[in-house]
């Protein structure tokens, strides 16, 4: 990262998602409910409301500070790049889902289809802008590669991986294939790295089994994973091929 040159983009990018990061809580309710979980086992507590979510205290403010602290790092990687038309909008809406996730192990679709929509018209704009038609097929054939290889996993573990998770693939699976392989490789790796090594180091720390069996939201960890890849994975993966 070119932290002088690209200090003005990140200070407008994380004014921007901050701005975004604020309005969160009052997105997060208006969401309707999802319908009541019948895998919940038995003396796991209910699903947060998420009316209940949106009222913590201090929630905005933590919320716009973890949208604009994303958004600050993204400019400095980038600079007045067109590709930042498709990866700053979303980034409340990220930051929303992995909240949400966190609490309540739900990724709502309602935050997912519009995640969808602001990086496909930002890659249609990138497009219009510089003429990269390549770039756009790859960001296809990885949303379609990520929508698979996440459908097979929840498919042979439901308990593992949540259908949300599945659909919110292929939204940063278009966003990261539209960077590189590597900004797509890294970023999807990065996301099982960040949810499986925790709670493998819990589980031997305590020495308890079944923390290895509970449900844990892979949402939060996705999502950052999203954003190694962003920053890192392009030029990790070039070190990679050339060692």
Request: one cysteine or more; proline letters at 7%; aromatic letters at 12%.
């Given at each position: 990262m070119d932290w002088v040159a690209h200090a003005d983009t990140a200070a407008v990018a994380a004014l921007l998602c901050g701005l975004g990061g604020l309005l969160?809580?009052?997105?997060?309710?208006v969401?309707?409910?999802?319908?009541?979980?019948?895998?919940?086992?038995?003396?796991e507590p209910d699903?947060?409301?998420?009316?209940?979510?949106?009222?913590?205290?201090?929630?905005?403010?933590?919320?716009?500070?973890?949208?604009?602290?994303?958004?600050?790092?993204?400019g400095f990687a980038y600079g007045w790049e067109w590709v930042?038309?498709?990866?700053?909008?979303?980034?409340?809406?990220?930051?929303?889902?992995?909240?949400?996730?966190?609490?309540?192990?739900?990724?709502?679709?309602?935050l997912i289809q519009p995640t969808y929509a602001l990086v496909a018209v930002g890659i249609v704009v990138t497009w219009a802008a510089t003429g990269d038609l390549h770039s756009v097929v790859r960001a296809a054939v990885a949303a379609a590669l990520g929508f698979v290889v996440y459908f097979v996993l929840f498919f042979i573990s439901p308990r593992g991986m949540a259908f949300g998770d599945v659909r919110l693939s292929g939204a940063v699976g278009l966003a990261l294939g539209h960077l590189g392989w590597g900004a797509f490789l890294v970023g999807m790796y990065s996301g099982f790295l960040l949810f499986g090594i925790p709670g493998l180091l819990v589980a031997l720390v305590r020495w308890d089994?079944?923390?290895?069996?509970?449900?844990?939201?892979?949402?939060?960890?996705?999502?950052?994973?999203v954003l190694v890849g962003v920053l890192w994975g392009n030029q990790w993966w070039a070190a990679f091929l050339q060692r």
């Amino acid at each position: 990262m070119d932290w002088v040159a690209h200090a003005d983009t990140a200070a407008v990018a994380a004014l921007l998602c901050g701005l975004g990061g604020l309005l969160v809580p009052r997105l997060i309710a208006v969401l309707p409910e999802p319908d009541p979980d019948d895998e919940l086992e038995q003396g796991e507590p209910d699903k947060e409301l998420y009316a209940d979510l949106a009222r913590r205290p201090g929630l905005p403010w933590r919320l716009g500070l973890v949208a604009a602290v994303a958004g600050a790092l993204i400019g400095f990687a980038y600079g007045w790049e067109w590709v930042l038309t498709y990866l700053l909008p979303p980034v409340p809406l990220l930051v929303a889902l992995g909240f949400i996730d966190l609490r309540t192990r739900y990724l709502p679709t309602r935050l997912i289809q519009p995640t969808y929509a602001l990086v496909a018209v930002g890659i249609v704009v990138t497009w219009a802008a510089t003429g990269d038609l390549h770039s756009v097929v790859r960001a296809a054939v990885a949303a379609a590669l990520g929508f698979v290889v996440y459908f097979v996993l929840f498919f042979i573990s439901p308990r593992g991986m949540a259908f949300g998770d599945v659909r919110l693939s292929g939204a940063v699976g278009l966003a990261l294939g539209h960077l590189g392989w590597g900004a797509f490789l890294v970023g999807m790796y990065s996301g099982f790295l960040l949810f499986g090594i925790p709670g493998l180091l819990v589980a031997l720390v305590r020495w308890d089994r079944a923390l290895l069996k509970a449900r844990y939201p892979y949402g939060p960890a996705m999502i950052v994973g999203v954003l190694v890849g962003v920053l890192w994975g392009n030029q990790w993966w070039a070190a990679f091929l050339q060692r």
